[in-house]
């Protein structure tokens, strides 16, 4: 019941301060009387007007926010996940396992899902099992709508 009521308030508002922004001036000041004056003094000196530069909204990409905070975790994570789940790899294993993470996010920044998919031509089933035990609940501020990411990474 206060979601609509407040939506409705605010709609108001806003109409309120456009049609304020948004209307001409008033012609119904007075017109200013006509006083003569002597030749020998100078006409006032003419202001021109000051306007305001229009505003520019700085707009920020709720999914270039969330990308970025989950590279910023893997990062600030990667060793404690590679001290937890990297073993040195047996002869014909791949070095290195590209993987990618996959979170989803509510519009609250809270992580909904959170998975890794790895490359099946480069895997190691053992550390892809790990590192998906190892996995940690993200936060993010909140971005107003839900999102998802998907950071690739490489192991180790």
Avoid: K
């Avoid at 100078?42 to 590279?71: I, M, Y």
């Avoid at 070095?95 to 609250?108: A, N, Q, R, T, Y």
């Avoid at 998975?115 to 107003?144: K, T, W």
């Amino acid at each position: 019941m206060l979601i609509p009521a407040s939506i409705v308030v605010g709609s108001v508002i806003i109409a309120g301060a456009l049609y304020m922004a948004l209307r001409p001036p008033s012609s119904a000041a007075p017109a200013p009387a006509i006083v003569e004056a002597p030749t020998s003094v100078a006409p006032p000196p003419v202001v021109a007007p000051v306007v305001a530069a229009p505003r520019v909204a700085t707009v920020v990409d709720p999914q270039a926010r969330a990308t970025a905070a989950v590279r910023d975790a893997l990062a600030s994570q990667r060793a404690q996940l590679r001290d937890a789940c990297w073993t040195a790899p047996a002869a014909g294993e791949p070095l290195e396992i590209p993987l990618v993470m996959s979170v989803g996010f509510d519009s609250e920044g809270r992580s909904v899902s959170v998975g890794i998919s790895e490359d099946r031509a480069a895997a190691r089933p053992e550390v892809a099992n790990c590192l998906r035990a190892h996995l940690f609940a993200f936060s993010i501020p909140a971005p107003g709508v839900p999102v998802h990411v998907e950071a690739p990474f490489v192991a180790p």
